[in-house]
Structures are given as C-alpha cells and as structure tokens.
C-alpha cells in the first residue's frame, strides 16, 4: 500500500520537528517597562506581601555540629533587584523606575551569608580599638551556579566581614560572619532549575536549588 501525499506530508513535518533541538528559555532579560512597574509595585508596598514575595529568593540552613555556618543563599534576579530599590527609596514613582532601569545594565546576583561559629573563627578576639584587622576568610569558600551539569562562570566575585553587636549597641562591634556576592550574566541564565552549591574550607557541601522558571 503507497502511503498518500497527505500522510507523507504529516511524517515528514514530524521528523522535522523531532529533529529541531528546543533552545532553553533565557532569563527574562532585559526587563520590559511593564515588568519594571510590577517590580516597583511590589516594592513599594513594603509590606507582608513584599516580604513574603522577596522570601521566595533566599533559602536558610541549619547550623552544623562543626565548622562554618551557612546560613542563608539567596538569588536576585534583576526583577527583584528593582522591587529592593522601590521598597528602600523614598520620595519615588514607577515613571522613575522605568526610566532609571530599562536600560540599565543588571546582573544575576548570589548571595551567600556565612556564620562564625565555636569551632570555627578565623578572626582575632577584638580589641578595645574600633578598627579591628580582619583576614579574608571568605575567599576560603568557593560558590558555584550549575544548570544540570553545566557550570555558569561568575563575572564578578566579591566578599566582605557582618558585623554584629555583642549585647549593648553602645559596645564595639565585633565580626560574627561574611557575605560573599558573585554576579552572573543573566544572558547566561536559563529560566529553568538553578543550583547554588557552596564548597567550604572545611569540605562541606551546601547546596539549594531556585526554581527560575517560576521565579520572576
């Protein structure tokens, strides 16, 4: 039996199409106007519903029996990037946040908090002077961003000591951590299934994955 002309027709689109890679969604980027005046609203409002959408982007950790304390990874996107703008800036409207980022150049940023802890604390006991001299240990941990198996390099790595108060504020403040901040490409990013993985210098492994295709 000789297969029709409209059979073969629908055999061949279907070997076309099973033979077209799908390419992976990037990242929502850059952001459109009316995506910015979203980002401002939810911003602006600087209430339960702000927090309870910015808690979608930072995960916590609990404390090991030893070593350095991960506490918290987070990921801002350049969306949430200008909801933080709009809830910290007074005195501003969404005509100014379009015009402020349409076109600005933003980065995916990963964020990492780390905890000293008993049996671990790299930093001299301070002293009675203010300035008190701190080593980088927060080079020690490395950060990576994988989609599936696939490494995306950072653009820009960087990190710094938290500083906390032991009891009074009046007292000195002391070092009770670092936060390490590495910035991505968004270009680079697939709006899919992000993991963050931290290495640290005592050989943990932490690591949290951010939905991307249903983050903003």
Not at 74 to 100: K, S, W
Not at 106 to 121: E, K, M
Not at 137 to 158: C, M
């Amino acid at each position: 039996m000789v297969p029709s002309r409209k059979l073969l027709s629908t055999i061949v689109a279907l070997v076309v199409i099973a033979g077209i890679a799908v390419p992976a969604l990037a990242l929502n980027f850059p952001l459109s106007s009316t995506a910015i005046r979203d980002a401002y609203f939810i911003g602006n409002r600087n209430d339960e519903q702000t927090a309870d959408f910015l808690g979608q982007y930072a995960h916590q950790f609990k404390a090991p029996k030893s070593g350095p304390y991960v506490q918290e990874i987070g990921i801002e996107t350049p969306f949430t990037q200008v909801v933080r703008h709009a809830q910290a800036t007074a005195n501003y409207n969404a005509p100014d946040a379009v015009e402020e980022f349409q076109h600005k150049a933003l980065s995916i940023r990963v964020r990492v908090d780390i905890a000293l802890t008993p049996t671990y604390s790299p930093v001299p006991e301070p002293t009675e002077e203010f300035y008190q001299w701190v080593p980088d240990f927060w080079n020690d941990f490395k950060v990576h961003l994988l989609l599936g198996k696939k490494e995306v390099p950072a653009e820009r790595v960087r990190g710094g000591p938290l500083f906390g108060y032991p009891g009074d504020m009046g007292e000195t403040p002391i070092v009770t951590g670092a936060r390490i901040e590495a910035e991505y490409n968004p270009e680079k990013i697939e709006a899919s299934f992000t993991t963050i993985k931290v290495l640290t210098p005592d050989g943990q492994e932490i690591e949290t994955t951010f939905d991307l295709g249903k983050l903003r």
